[in-house]
């Protein structure tokens, strides 16, 4: 009989119910909502919480964890999120909202959202395409980048700029953290979990509005493997769309520093 | 028993405040009454006006095509509704702002320099008081000094400093009697 | 007994707040502005939730993520924000949350103008927005109704969780009358167990969502909505009857509309004619029965109405061609002035008996040579 010790490496977060996600093989949402329940978890937070799922991809984000959450109509989620942390100042409340749904439709929302300086969490999946309705061309498209709407490549000519949405919310004095981090790789996700960490201590701390841009795959409507599709992130996206911290209020810098 | 007042001039003449001051009294006498302001198109034409309706039963239409009574604080508004005060009716007229009488003979009118009178107590703003003073002494749609006890009860703090003056006011134009 | 001289549009705000008000959400719009105003003064003053939001947008599903919670929140607006309103209102009746709207409605369509209208009834007692929902209508015609109706909006939301809405006009808003307001409530202190953020049994968690992806699932759901809104109409029915008695004809007519006609009721009843005025209160449920009681033996109907006849064809529908029906409307932020109903009740008792004869059109055509067609 081998002597050995069993050692738990890896389990689903107690934040996940146990259901197998409809993601993509290689899609990165499931990085996402991982970490964002494994934060919470190690917060204590998992029976304090609301989510917000959008329209989009994530639709179905509240089949997967297992707190209260509300589904909200195309790119209205901030204002439903306002109306939820409103009445309920002590719940942390996070909405999680890709391209289409927060750059596009609920733009105005999520804009308004900042400006008010909501103490909400925002997760933004930028993965540079509509990924629900068969990879369209959103907001944050890339130049020359074909999609299903933009059979040629993305013409900035006629179909504009993709849109820095980190940066344009981080212009707003109303926003206290305004991160952009990625999922290609293991550090980049380490990197990514801490920022989480730090944005729902903030709304913990009532240290006002947080938003953190994920970086994201989307094999499928990219038609890449998962592995090429994480090299084309870095390659394609990452200097269009930098990682950077583009707004830490001083409350959060000190916040950090006290650990 | 149902009276319909309309009170029309110009923005800043006090017509809308007039008729509060008239529709407080009315309810604090436990009449039924209404109280709205010119709205949608009759704003246009440069008359601000408020129709208020006093009634012992449920009123039904609070705005009035023929009204019991008009006060008019300027000219525009003598044109518009002497043609259409109720036969029987009253028409009060600020004298300082028009340039002629009513001719109809078929309702009570009285000319008031209202203005002028005003200037004599010492602010020309309560004008139009002395012209709600002139309506309700002549046409009695409610018990004496209802008037007065509404200024007393409901102006609000900041110009409570003006209550004394408006109840002279009141007075002086509850001298002019109809014929 | 106090009574207060106050507009409409503070009265139902005051009302809200009185009856247990959590959350407000709202953007400025004419003529509903002082309904916003004064609760941005008084709900922060009493610690609670005022948001001006981005848009109609916002403010609903604002109004909608409070809903979620269980606590009494509340939108108001005019036509046009009421339009950009639809998506939510059927996004939080699909999520059949508890919410109520107050429409203060002004004349269109499009941009119109900021005069009272009745314009909106079809958009709100027919549904504005997608999908199968019904929401309760709510018809105040003074101001006092409009806070009697103001606090059972709030009860009847939370009884059927669904939306209640309150449909005034613009000239309900700004009028005063002397109200009795109702005496503050206490704020429930625990949501219900279906809210998020409740306390809910152990290891159960709730989801609030309009989806029902698999079409069998969404046809059950509108079953039950159906057959819940099937007992509304049997329990909900609210209408005031004037001088129905002996009445041979009765003039129909919901709101201001209804409370003008009151003037030209009273006044033919001066003149000796036999009619009467059925005013309904909750124009959504419709007070079907209470209409179809009154048909038999009448000689004639006449629907008074500040639009084009929106009801008028759902009182059509049940008069059913036994009686002849009558039409007056003013339109486009127009109100009618008794001496007008006064005209069309002298026409319809002089008419011909003839139960097929077409409202609308003779109505109509009555309105081209009264106001022309800008041609």
Same mark, same amino acid.
């Given at each position: 009989?081998?002597?050995?010790?069993?050692?738990?490496?890896?389990?689903?977060?107690?934040?996940?119910?146990?259901?197998?996600?409809?993601?993509?093989?290689?899609?990165?949402?499931?990085?996402?909502?991982?970490?964002?329940?494994?934060?919470?978890?190690?917060?204590?937070?998992?029976?304090?919480?609301?989510?917000?799922?959008?329209?989009?991809?994530?639709?179905?984000?509240?089949?997967?964890?297992?707190?209260?959450?509300?589904?909200?109509?195309?790119?209205?989620?901030?204002?439903?999120?306002?109306?939820?942390?409103?009445?309920?100042?002590?719940?942390?409340?996070?909405?999680?909202?890709?391209?289409?749904?927060?750059?596009?439709?609920?733009?105005?929302?999520?804009?308004?959202?900042?400006?008010?300086?909501?103490?909400?969490?925002?997760?933004?999946?930028?993965?540079?395409?509509?990924?629900?309705?068969?990879?369209?061309?959103?907001?944050?498209?890339?130049?020359?980048?074909?999609?299903?709407?933009?059979?040629?490549?993305?013409?900035?000519?006629?179909?504009?700029?993709?849109?820095?949405?980190?940066?344009?919310?981080?212009?707003?004095?109303?926003?206290?953290?305004?991160?952009?981090?990625?999922?290609?790789?293991?550090?980049?996700?380490?990197?990514?979990?801490?920022?989480?960490?730090?944005?729902?201590?903030?709304?913990?701390?009532?240290?006002?509005?947080?938003?953190?841009?994920?970086?994201?795959?989307?094999?499928?409507?990219?038609?890449?493997?998962?592995?090429?599709?994480?090299?084309?992130?870095?390659?394609?996206?990452?200097?269009?769309?930098?990682?950077?911290?583009?707004?830490?209020?001083?409350?959060?810098?000190?916040?950090?520093?006290?650990? | 028993?149902?009276?319909?007042?309309?009170?029309?001039?110009?923005?800043?003449?006090?017509?809308?405040?007039?008729?509060?001051?008239?529709?407080?009294?009315?309810?604090?006498?436990?009449?039924?009454?209404?109280?709205?302001?010119?709205?949608?198109?009759?704003?246009?034409?440069?008359?601000?006006?408020?129709?208020?309706?006093?009634?012992?039963?449920?009123?039904?239409?609070?705005?009035?095509?023929?009204?019991?009574?008009?006060?008019?604080?300027?000219?525009?508004?003598?044109?518009?509704?002497?043609?259409?005060?109720?036969?029987?009716?009253?028409?009060?007229?600020?004298?300082?702002?028009?340039?002629?009488?009513?001719?109809?003979?078929?309702?009570?009118?009285?000319?008031?320099?209202?203005?002028?009178?005003?200037?004599?107590?010492?602010?020309?703003?309560?004008?139009?008081?002395?012209?709600?003073?002139?309506?309700?002494?002549?046409?009695?749609?409610?018990?004496?000094?209802?008037?007065?006890?509404?200024?007393?009860?409901?102006?609000?703090?900041?110009?409570?400093?003006?209550?004394?003056?408006?109840?002279?006011?009141?007075?002086?134009?509850?001298?002019?009697?109809?014929? | 007994?106090?009574?207060?001289?106050?507009?409409?549009?503070?009265?139902?705000?005051?009302?809200?707040?009185?009856?247990?008000?959590?959350?407000?959400?709202?953007?400025?719009?004419?003529?509903?502005?002082?309904?916003?105003?004064?609760?941005?003064?008084?709900?922060?003053?009493?610690?609670?939730?005022?948001?001006?939001?981005?848009?109609?947008?916002?403010?609903?599903?604002?109004?909608?993520?409070?809903?979620?919670?269980?606590?009494?929140?509340?939108?108001?607006?005019?036509?046009?924000?009421?339009?950009?309103?639809?998506?939510?209102?059927?996004?939080?009746?699909?999520?059949?949350?508890?919410?109520?709207?107050?429409? +203060? #409605?002004? =004349?269109?369509?499009?941009? &119109?103008? @900021? /005069?009272? $209208?009745?314009?909106?009834?079809?958009?709100?007692?027919?549904?504005?927005?997608?999908?199968?929902?019904?929401?309760?209508?709510?018809?105040?015609?003074?101001?006092?109704?409009?806070?009697?109706?103001?606090?059972?909006?709030?009860?009847?939301?939370?009884?059927?969780?669904?939306?209640?809405?309150?449909?005034?006009?613009?000239?309900?808003?700004?009028?005063?009358?002397?109200?009795?307001?109702?005496?503050?409530?206490?704020?429930?202190?625990?949501?219900?167990?279906?809210?998020?953020?409740?306390?809910?049994?152990?290891?159960?968690?709730?989801?609030?969502?309009?989806?029902?992806?698999?079409?069998?699932?969404?046809?059950?759901?509108?079953?039950?909505?159906?057959?819940?809104?099937?007992?509304?109409?049997?329990?909900?029915?609210?209408?005031?009857?004037?001088?129905?008695?002996?009445?041979?004809? +009765? #003039?129909? =007519?919901?709101?201001?509309? &209804?409370? @003008? /006609?009151? $003037?030209?009721?009273?006044?033919?009843?001066?003149?000796?004619?036999?009619?009467?005025?059925?005013?309904?209160?909750?124009?959504?449920?419709?007070?079907?029965?209470?209409?179809?009681?009154?048909?038999?033996?009448?000689?004639?109907?006449?629907?008074?109405?500040?639009?084009?006849?929106?009801?008028?064809?759902?009182?059509?529908?049940?008069?059913?061609?036994?009686?002849?029906?009558?039409?007056?409307?003013?339109?486009?932020?127009?109100?009618?002035?008794?001496?007008?109903?006064?005209?069309?009740?002298?026409?319809?008792?002089?008419?011909?008996?003839?139960?097929?004869?077409?409202?609308?059109?003779?109505?109509?055509?009555?309105?081209?040579?009264?106001?022309?067609?800008?041609?």
């Amino acid at each position: 009989m081998l002597d050995t010790e069993v050692k738990l490496i890896y389990e689903r977060p107690h934040g996940f119910t146990d259901v197998t996600t409809h993601y993509c093989p290689g899609c990165t949402h499931g990085v996402a909502h991982r970490l964002i329940a494994e934060v919470l978890e190690e917060m204590g937070e998992l029976d304090n919480t609301i989510g917000v799922a959008p329209v989009g991809c994530s639709v179905f984000a509240y089949n997967y964890f297992d707190f209260d959450f509300v589904e909200a109509a195309h790119g209205r989620a901030p204002a439903m999120a306002t109306g939820i942390k409103r009445t309920l100042p002590n719940k942390t409340v996070f909405t999680y909202q890709g391209d289409g749904d927060l750059a596009s439709m609920g733009m105005g929302e999520i804009v308004a959202a900042a400006a008010r300086g909501e103490q909400i969490t925002v997760f933004f999946i930028n993965n540079t395409n509509y990924g629900m309705t068969g990879g369209q061309m959103a907001p944050t498209t890339l130049p020359g980048q074909k999609t299903s709407s933009s059979p040629l490549g993305r013409d900035v000519e006629t179909q504009g700029y993709p849109i820095r949405t980190a940066e344009l919310i981080s212009s707003l004095d109303g926003a206290s953290y305004v991160v952009r981090r990625s999922l290609h790789d293991a550090r980049n996700i380490r990197n990514a979990k801490k920022a989480i960490r730090t944005a729902f201590e903030v709304q913990k701390r009532g240290l006002g509005f947080s938003f953190i841009e994920l970086l994201s795959t989307c094999p499928t409507n990219w038609g890449l493997t998962p592995v090429k599709a994480r090299e084309w992130l870095k390659e394609y996206m990452i200097p269009q769309y930098p990682i950077a911290d583009f707004k830490v209020s001083s409350a959060i810098e000190e916040m950090v520093k006290g650990g | 028993m149902q009276s319909e007042v309309i009170i029309s001039g110009f923005g800043g003449q006090g017509t809308l405040y007039a008729g509060q001051v008239y529709a407080y009294a009315a309810m604090d006498e436990g009449k039924h009454v209404t109280w709205i302001p010119s709205y949608g198109p009759e704003m246009r034409g440069g008359t601000a006006n408020c129709t208020v309706v006093i009634s012992d039963e449920e009123i039904g239409s609070p705005g009035a095509l023929h009204p019991r009574a008009v006060i008019a604080l300027n000219l525009p508004s003598l044109d518009k509704y002497e043609p259409l005060v109720a036969p029987g009716g009253f028409l009060i007229v600020n004298e300082s702002m028009v340039n002629h009488e009513p001719t109809r003979t078929d309702i009570h009118w009285l000319m008031i320099p209202a203005n002028k009178i005003a200037q004599e107590l010492g602010n020309e703003r309560a004008a139009n008081m002395i012209l709600l003073g002139a309506l309700e002494g002549n046409m009695k749609a409610l018990p004496e000094d209802a008037l007065e006890r509404a200024l007393v009860v409901h102006t609000a703090e900041r110009l409570r400093k003006f209550v004394d003056l408006n109840i002279e006011a009141l007075h002086r134009g509850a001298e002019y009697k109809v014929d | 007994m106090a009574l207060e001289l106050i507009k409409g549009n503070v009265a139902v705000a005051e009302t809200a707040l009185r009856v247990g008000l959590v959350s407000y959400f709202g953007y400025p719009i004419t003529p509903q502005t002082e309904l916003l105003e004064h609760l941005s003064a008084r709900m922060p003053e009493l610690g609670r939730a005022f948001v001006q939001a981005e848009s109609e947008l916002g403010a609903i599903n604002m109004v909608y993520g409070a809903a979620c919670t269980g606590f009494r929140t509340m939108t108001s607006s005019s036509s046009p924000g009421v339009s950009l309103m639809q998506e939510g209102l059927s996004y939080i009746s699909g999520t059949e949350l508890p919410a109520v709207i107050v429409n +203060v #409605v002004r =004349g269109g369509p499009g941009l &119109g103008n @900021i /005069a009272p $209208s009745q314009a909106d009834y079809t958009q709100m007692v027919h549904g504005g927005g997608h999908g199968e929902y019904h929401l309760i209508v709510l018809a105040p015609s003074s101001v006092q109704e409009a806070v009697d109706l103001t606090a059972l909006a709030f009860d009847l939301a939370e009884k059927y969780r669904m939306v209640v809405c309150i449909l005034m006009d613009g000239y309900l808003g700004q009028m005063m009358e002397p109200v009795e307001l109702p005496p503050f409530a206490p704020l429930r202190s625990e949501a219900p167990d279906w809210a998020v953020g409740a306390k809910h049994p152990e290891g159960e968690r709730v989801v609030l969502t309009s989806i029902n992806i698999n079409p069998p699932m969404q046809e059950i759901f509108n079953v039950k909505m159906m057959s819940r809104w099937q007992q509304i109409e049997k329990d909900e029915v609210r209408y005031k009857g004037y001088y129905l008695d002996d009445a041979e004809y +009765v #003039v129909v =007519g919901f709101g201001t509309a &209804g409370r @003008i /006609a009151l $003037s030209s009721v009273r006044a033919a009843r001066a003149k000796g004619i036999k009619v009467g005025l059925l005013r309904p209160i909750t124009v959504s449920p419709f007070p079907v029965e209470a209409l179809d009681n009154l048909v038999s033996g009448k000689k004639g109907f006449l629907v008074v109405e500040m639009n084009n006849g929106q009801m008028l064809d759902d009182v059509s529908a049940i008069v059913a061609k036994r009686v002849p029906i009558h039409f007056y409307g003013r339109m486009g932020g127009m109100v009618p002035y008794p001496d007008e109903i006064d005209a069309a009740i002298d026409e319809m008792i002089h008419s011909d008996h003839d139960v097929n004869r077409d409202a609308r059109g003779v109505w109509l055509a009555k309105m081209r040579e009264l106001v022309g067609t800008g041609a």
